[in-house]
């Protein structure tokens, strides 16, 4: 890769990949110069840019998160890492992401911050092996470590309950603070937000409690989808089955959701609830309707006679002994 000694009439990046090419090559080895180290180049996950000013506006601070809004760079770039933890793979990919983006703007070391947004909260052993330490906002870690001190950490699962980070702590992990963030949002954050993500939410909560008549029909599909996406990701994880069932009709609360993720985590008894016998039974082989029961109770309110028509004599009386079978045969003679 170039840099400014580039400008020079000497190429010294040529001239060092040249020796290696000279040298290797005769012996069996490729080597390439200058050449791309990946097919498609990295995208970050968020770039914000100010355009105006010094400093964020009383507007801008109102909707923007702990860590974000304590810095005053002009362009910030957010790793977010939803199902994985910090790691080091994470923290290069993050450092990579500031070297090449400030290279290509041409700026300078205090107009540019990376953070790395994860929506797990890092354990401690985690965050003691990159030197991260709580910083005076909750949720947000800053490095000793020389190599990632320029990465903060934004936990958001930790972060503050605040109106201005309400919508950020929808993508944490915890369904508590998921919920909360939820009920912030509700109660009085949505009126800080742009009109078009202020009633997606809002208009996302009332398709999950609105029951039968027509507004839900005037719905396109695509906000339908659209609202099944937030309903799964934000919504569904933090209520019970119990509070949907009483939300929904139950052929909405069905429609589009398999036999296995409806019953997930929903207890055998609450299942069989009000189920009859004989719709239980239906469809279930002999073989397993019996497995694991013992025989005393396979047998219990079974006359005998039921118990052993079908059954040949021979079976009858397999585990007799000869003196058993012979007093059992007596019997029989002196009753008939």
């Not at 040529?14 to 110069?33: A, C, H, N, S």
């Not at 992401?97 to 703007?105: A, E, G, M």
């Not at 950490?153 to 963030?181: H, M, Q, T, V, W």
Request: aromatic share 8%; glycine share 6%.
């Amino acid at each position: 890769m170039s840099d400014k000694t580039e400008k020079s009439e000497i190429r010294w990046h040529r001239w060092f990949g040249t020796v290696f090419e000279e040298v290797l090559i005769p012996l069996g080895l490729d080597v390439q110069t200058e050449h791309p180290v990946m097919i498609d180049p990295p995208e970050a996950d968020v770039v914000i840019i100010r355009k105006n000013g010094m400093g964020w506006t009383p507007e801008q601070l109102e909707v923007l998160p702990d860590g974000v809004r304590d810095c005053n760079a002009s362009h910030i770039i957010i790793e977010f890492k939803n199902t994985e933890s910090l790691t080091e793979d994470a923290l290069f990919v993050t450092g990579g992401y500031r070297v090449f983006y400030k290279q290509s703007r041409d700026l300078k070391d205090h107009e540019i911050q990376v953070f790395i947004a994860s929506s797990k909260s890092p354990s401690r052993k985690i965050l003691e092996r990159h030197g991260y330490r709580p910083s005076d906002k909750a949720g947000v870690y800053h490095s000793q470590y020389s190599m990632v001190r320029f990465i903060p950490l934004i936990a958001l699962n930790d972060l503050a309950d605040k109106p201005y980070n309400a919508l950020y702590r929808l993508f944490g992990s915890r369904k508590k603070e998921k919920l909360r963030a939820l009920k912030r949002l509700m109660n009085e954050g949505l009126n800080k937000f742009p009109d078009k993500i202020g009633v997606f939410i809002m208009k996302a909560v009332r398709f999950l409690f609105h029951k039968g008549g027509t507004e839900t029909m005037s719905y396109t599909p695509e906000e339908r989808a659209m609202f099944g996406d937030f309903l799964e990701e934000f919504i569904l994880p933090i209520m019970k089955f119990e509070e949907l069932r009483e939300k929904l009709p139950w052929e909405d609360l069905l429609k589009d959701v398999s036999v296995k993720d409806l019953l997930k985590d929903v207890p055998v008894k609450e299942r069989l609830k009000g189920v009859p016998v004989k719709e239980r039974l239906k469809g279930v082989p002999v073989k397993e309707r019996l497995k694991g029961v013992p025989v005393k109770e396979r047998l219990k309110g079974v006359p005998v006679k039921e118990r052993l028509k079908g059954v040949a004599l021979k079976d009858r009386f397999e585990g007799f002994t000869q003196e058993e079978i012979e007093m059992c045969l007596k019997t029989l003679k002196r009753n008939k």
